[in-house]
């Protein structure tokens, strides 16, 4: 007799698999469900957030396009410290910073602040590649040349095409005195830019023309900044820049016309007054020369290069009573400062002595006398300044 066991095993077991084998399914799409229901909120918060996050790097990009650094700096600080896994932002302000830094004289804590950033940013492992280029960037904007050219190169190793590394690798030789090796990553930087429309297309023309310079080839490099001007017609330090070869040349029109420009985009800026000031000396303008110097003291009064071009200014014109009290400001801004003595200017002291024994002024003369052998006694200073050991002739007269 032929045994039928699909019908031999009992009913109950039968419909006992079926249920528990539906039951799984059942509790697995319900769980699916739930899931997507609980994560239908933070799908769409992530997309917002996402939204959001590359509407700010766009704004802090077009207040960089319009030269508004300020803007530019604020907004991509906020952005990046949202978001720090937002290389773009870092990107975008440490450039930001470093341009910066190059617009007015009180602004040079801002590359030190930029690379500061680009540190802390490349310590972490899981960025450390996507910012090597900018860091790169940020080491040489502060004169450390060796380390920026090993950190471009790494990052030229993992992409040929990283025109940021190409800029900053340029720019580090150049530093080094490598002039050939610049020359030749810079034109590469331009190349790449021209080719792919670069955002940093206008930071490759500006590295040809420095290194360009650089090798005293003044009228390449004007053609070159004006190149870079011609892609950004609001960044400051350009202007600066293609005053600087034009001056090498001879050619105070358009170095003037290039400070002219600053002031018209920042009417404030005490560096641009103090350059007017300067040219106005070269061309003889008198007038002119000490009403930009004023100008730039009144802007930047703890700046004291300003009350040493004013007072140099006033001395060779004769007015030795504003020339020592321009000068004053000078050396006591210095020695407040901390400057060190190395760096101080030399001109405050004895230009300021120079005035004061005309004026026969033994009060004003004899402590900056002695100031200034305390100094070179203490440190290396080439310029010589002396007086017969009893001191200045006319106060030696004048106490007997």
């Known amino acids: 007799m032929r045994i039928n066991r699909r019908t031999s095993r009992p009913l109950f077991g039968s419909r006992s698999r079926n249920y528990s084998g539906c039951l799984p399914s059942l509790f697995i799409l319900s769980i699916i469900i739930g899931m997507v229901g609980m994560s239908r909120d933070w799908i769409a918060e992530w997309l917002l957030k996402t939204n959001v996050s590359q509407q700010s790097i766009e704004a802090a990009q077009a207040a960089f396009a319009r030269g508004d650094l300020d803007s530019t700096i604020k907004q991509a600080q906020e952005l990046w410290e949202a978001s720090p896994e937002n290389t773009d932002a870092l990107i975008l302000l440490a450039r930001a910073l470093i341009y910066n830094s190059y617009v007015d004289h009180h602004l040079e804590a801002d590359r030190r602040r930029a690379l500061q950033l680009t540190t802390n940013a490349y310590n972490q492992p899981l960025i450390r590649t996507r910012v090597q280029a900018i860091h790169a960037f940020a080491l040489q904007a502060n004169d450390r040349s060796a380390d920026a050219t090993r950190m471009a190169t790494a990052a030229i190793q993992r992409d040929s095409n990283n025109i940021t590394a190409r800029i900053a690798l340029a720019l580090g ?62 960044m400051i330090p350009l202007y600066f820049e293609r005053a600087l070869y034009a001056m090498q040349i001879s050619d105070t029109s358009n170095a003037t016309a290039a400070y002219f420009q600053v002031v018209a985009l920042n009417e404030n800026n005490a560096k641009a007054h103090l350059r007017l000031c300067e040219v106005s000396v070269r061309l003889r303008e008198r007038e002119a020369a000490v009403d930009y110097c004023t100008q730039a003291t009144q802007l930047a009064p703890t700046w004291s290069d300003g ?11 004769g007015s030795l009573v504003e020339a020592r009290d321009a000068l004053k400001r000078c050396t006591t801004l210095q020695t407040l400062q901390n400057m060190p003595i190395e760096e101080r200017q030399f001109e405050c002291w004895y230009l300021q002595g120079q005035a004061a024994e ?43």
Do not use: K
């Open 358 to 400: 005309a004026l026969g002024d033994c009060d004003t003369l004899v402590p900056l006398y002695n100031q200034f052998q305390a100094m070179a006694a203490n440190s290396s200073i080439e310029q010589t300044w002396t007086y017969p050991p009893e001191g200045p002739s006319i106060c030696v007269q004048a106490a007997s």
């Open 173 to 234: 030789y150049a530093q080094q005195g490598l002039f050939d090796l610049g020359l030749r990553e810079a034109r590469t930087a331009v190349e790449l830019a021209d080719n792919s429309d670069s955002p940093w297309r206008m930071d490759a023309y500006r590295t040809l023309a420095i290194i360009l310079g650089d090798m005293g080839r003044y009228q390449e490099a004007i053609a070159n900044v004006n190149q870079a001007i011609g892609i950004h017609r609001r």
């Open 307 to 317: 009350w040493y071009h004013l007072g140099r200014e006033y001395f060779l014109q």
